[in-house]
């Protein structure tokens, strides 16, 4: 039976295949077969091909349809993929998965045009919602709004028309990027924060020319009132915590494997949320591959880590081999930690969220426990500091070897620190789509010149000798690998303009900052990142041709399906 859809099923005979094209030899029938389309490999030694076959949860062959031919027995499965692109499966290099599920589960302000618009639906939300109830959103970014707040302060809004249509509900809504959040005065209330409380360290509780908290709240004073939603939450059941991490995790899955995403790089997870994802693992009920950085305190890493290191947990769907520490903040919240003060605001060189002495301690506890560290680091200040940890500590550990340690994000760099990821060997984990987002407000952030020497510069660090890799950082931004594509190859915003286009990724580079670089910064190169016999059979199925296809059609293209070991894990109907 043949399905006229994108995904044909074919069942055929194996004896007949067989005798047909004269192969006389004794092949095992496949799982799996994908034929008849363009197979992009990332393989060097055969980067092009029609088919290939799968048995179990590997790649056991790839060439011509001819040449995969005798693989299709009476049980194997066939995808007729008529002409459509193949690729190994799409590996997102930075996101958060389960806030990828709290997203969904919460109010989605990525879309409102201004502050009116996010008044509007946090008042529906309180109508609803029981008195006491906590109001949770995120997505919001005051620089992309159509038009600045009547009342504000530094362009945030202040907190007066919010709380007015909430006062019975405390609400909490983090900014798109994570680093700052707009709290009520409900929420403020129960957080005990007044006109005299202090800015927390590494954060900073935003107020008006009066003294008086305007409700935003920049990196660590987010905590003030985080520790005030743990606490109403603390009332939970273990069952009912539990049943609600496994919805986030199965909704932030089906949203990855609809997108492509078969492999995961989880930018920081508790103790807890490993646990659970383990038990998940066991169950069979983790749709895709995570690898994963542990986000605890050093404390808490000095104790338990020698227990998380765990590779290929499963059947290769769980690896924990990273932590997960940040040194500053987002660009958009002036929290980025800078060389010299932010043009658009000369008193402020943004923020310093976790002491350098910490982050040093934690780079002694990866090397002992043979751990990648990966650092957020925004800001040029902040990457220049996290380099000389990092240089300091392969220093004082030659014996070391590859250890393929990570800056998160590198997103603003001295030109003076760019060669320094080669010759250091430190991964530069970017986003593709934080350029275009950001591009309208980095100019004024940080002005002409150091926006063009060191903004999102990367081809001078692929030129340079260093691996880039890609992802959207979602819920940050949409976790389409699509769009992150597009803005790589592109830079181009929505008002056609196009951000110093002389550091545009070429389409194949692109591709491999989504495959084998991802892969490569992972330490998963040898099972993952091309379509090689003998790794794993994760791939991704697009609608166009995303390598040749004209610039306009890329953000149109669709995933057709997603197979992860092998197994369809999503298909477009």
Not at 204 to 232: M, Y
Not at 244 to 254: G, H, S, T
Not at 269 to 280: G, H, P, V, Y
Request: a neutral charge; one cysteine or more; charged letters at 25%.
């Amino acid at each position: 039976m043949i399905s006229t859809g994108c995904c044909r099923f074919v069942l055929c005979l194996s004896f007949f295949l067989a005798s047909a094209f004269g192969f006389a030899q004794n092949i095992e029938p496949a799982d799996l077969v994908l034929r008849g389309g363009k197979v992009v490999t990332m393989d060097r030694a055969k980067p092009k091909a029609e088919a290939l076959a799968v048995r179990g949860d590997v790649i056991v062959a790839v060439g011509t349809d001819k040449e995969i031919q005798p693989y299709i027995g009476k049980s194997t499965q066939v995808i007729d993929l008529t002409g459509k692109l193949a690729l190994p499966g799409l590996i997102e290099g930075h996101g958060h998965f389960t806030a990828i599920g709290q997203a969904r589960m919460n109010l989605n302000l990525m879309d409102a045009r201004n502050w009116d618009e996010i008044v509007a639906m946090v008042s529906q939300a309180a109508r609803q919602a029981q008195p006491g109830e906590w109001i949770l959103g995120r997505g919001w970014h005051q620089e992309k709004w159509d038009k600045a707040p009547s009342e504000n302060v530094e362009g945030f809004p202040t907190h007066a028309s919010l709380s007015k249509v909430s006062s019975n509900n405390p609400v909490y809504l983090t900014h798109a990027s994570g680093h700052a959040a707009f709290a009520n005065a409900k929420a403020m209330e129960l957080a005990g924060i007044d006109r005299n409380t202090a800015n927390p360290p590494g954060g900073e509780i935003l107020k008006d020319a009066q003294g008086n908290p305007i409700g935003v709240l920049r990196e660590t004073a987010s905590g003030l009132i985080a520790r005030a939603l743990a606490a109403a939450r603390a009332r939970r059941s273990p069952a009912q915590v539990e049943a609600e991490a496994r919805k986030e995790i199965e909704l932030a899955a089906q949203e990855c494997l609809s997108k492509g995403i078969t492999s995961f790089q989880d930018a920081g997870s508790s103790f807890a949320t490993i646990d659970l994802l383990k038990k998940l693992v066991e169950e069979g009920k983790l749709g895709l591959r995570l690898w994963v950085m542990i986000r605890e305190e050093n404390s808490k890493l000095a104790q338990d880590l020698s227990k998380y290191r765990i590779i290929n947990f499963g059947d290769k769907r769980l690896t924990v081999r990273a932590i997960k520490r940040a040194i500053d903040g987002a660009l958009g919240s002036r929290g980025a930690w800078l060389l010299e003060p932010y043009s658009d605001l000369p008193a402020s060189t943004g923020l310093n969220t976790t002491p350098i002495e910490e982050i040093k301690e934690t780079a002694r506890l990866a090397l002992a426990h043979g751990f990648q560290l990966c650092v957020h680091a925004i800001g040029d200040r902040a990457n220049r500091e996290t380099l000389n940890i990092f240089e300091e500590s392969f220093r004082a550990h030659p014996e070391k070897k590859d250890l393929r340690w990570r800056i998160e994000h590198a997103q603003h760099l001295s030109a003076a620190d760019i060669p320094r990821f080669a010759q250091l060997g430190v991964i530069a984990s970017m986003q593709g789509i934080h350029c275009t987002s950001d591009a309208p407000f980095v100019t004024a952030r940080l002005g002409a010149k150091r926006a063009e020497e060191g903004a999102y510069v990367w081809q001078k660090l692929m030129k340079s000798g260093a691996i880039v890799i890609n992802g959207t950082d979602a819920p940050v931004e949409d976790v389409s690998p699509i769009a992150s594509f597009y803005a790589s190859v592109t830079r181009k915003l929505g008002n056609g303009s196009v951000f110093y286009p002389d550091q545009r990724m070429s389409r194949e580079d692109a591709l491999k900052s989504y495959t084998w670089s991802t892969a490569y910064a992972a330490f998963e190169e040898n099972v993952k990142g091309s379509l090689t016999a003998g790794k794993l059979a994760d791939i991704t199925v697009l609608s166009s041709d995303i390598l040749t296809a004209p610039e306009y059609e890329i953000p149109t293209t669709e995933v057709v399906c997603s197979v992860v070991g092998g197994k369809i894990a999503y298909r477009k109907h």
